[in-house]
């Protein structure tokens, strides 16, 4: 069975400063999608980023990207010039491309300070 | 918007009570997933549908979790016999983009078992 670690449960990092959120997993399997979503506190939880195992160059979205490393089984985020809205927990997860089911990390909580 | 609405949002009954939530995507999906989130945790994995057809269902959906989607469009999670372990965030997702890789997630129904 597939499995995600986030080893981080708490960040913190300075408004517009750059914070790095860790994740790995353990799979057998060498075609699957990696993702990180973020939840607000009592709020809806949103994607932030996805990565495709097979595309060797890293995902970005705006301020957000991540360092996909396959052979480690890691893939971290970094959130650059963080902003006060990007306090939330950050979860990590993985889904085979052969299932359906999304596997959790067990999140990370980050803050912002100003 | 995540194109997922869920009802209620919040729910509080005593132990030993029956519940329903119901999750509606806006448009239709052939899929849909249901996970349960408890305080401080990453989602797990309940269960998943492809159209009306309940494909995969998690451990812990016990005898006394039921799921349906009639006619393959809104879905429903009912809790039989409610225990106070049951109290968690139940979210819905629905997969969109390319390939339909990536799952969006609902607003989530809260429920607290007394």
């Known amino acids: 069975a597939q499995t995600v670690t986030q080893s981080q449960p708490e960040m913190s990092v300075q408004e517009a400063e750059t914070v790095t959120l860790s994740c790995t997993y353990d799979?057998?399997?060498?075609?699957?999608?990696l993702f990180w979503y973020k939840q607000p506190p009592s709020r809806q939880m949103i994607l932030v980023i996805r990565q495709e195992a097979y595309k060797q160059q890293n995902a970005t979205e705006n301020r957000f990207s991540v360092n996909f490393q396959k052979a480690a089984k890691s893939f971290s985020l970094k959130i650059s010039d963080s902003q006060l809205g990007d306090a939330a927990m950050y979860f990590c997860?993985?889904?085979?491309?052969?299932?359906?089911?999304?596997?959790f990390g067990g999140g990370t909580r980050l803050m912002v300070k100003p | 918007d995540t194109g997922v609405s869920q009802d209620p949002r919040h729910k509080i009954t005593k132990r030993g009570q029956n519940v329903t939530f119901r999750c509606d995507p806006i448009s239709e999906h052939n899929r849909l997933y249901w996970y349960r989130q408890t305080l401080g945790q990453g989602p797990e994995f309940l269960t998943y549908?492809?159209?009306?057809?309940?494909?995969?269902k998690s451990r812990l959906l016990s005898d006394r979790f039921s799921a349906e989607r009639p006619k393959g469009s809104f879905s429903t999670l009912e809790i039989q016999r409610t225990e106070q372990g049951d109290s968690a965030m139940y979210l819905c997702?629905?997969?969109?983009?390319?390939?339909?890789?990536?799952?969006?997630f609902g607003p989530g129904t809260r429920l607290t078992v007394l």
């Open positions: 549908f492809q159209n009306e057809a309940q494909l995969e």
């Open positions: 799979t057998s399997e060498s075609d699957y999608y």
């Open positions: 997702a629905i997969p969109r983009g390319a390939r339909m890789n990536t799952q969006y």
């Open positions: 997860a993985y889904r085979s491309n052969a299932g359906n089911m999304l596997t």
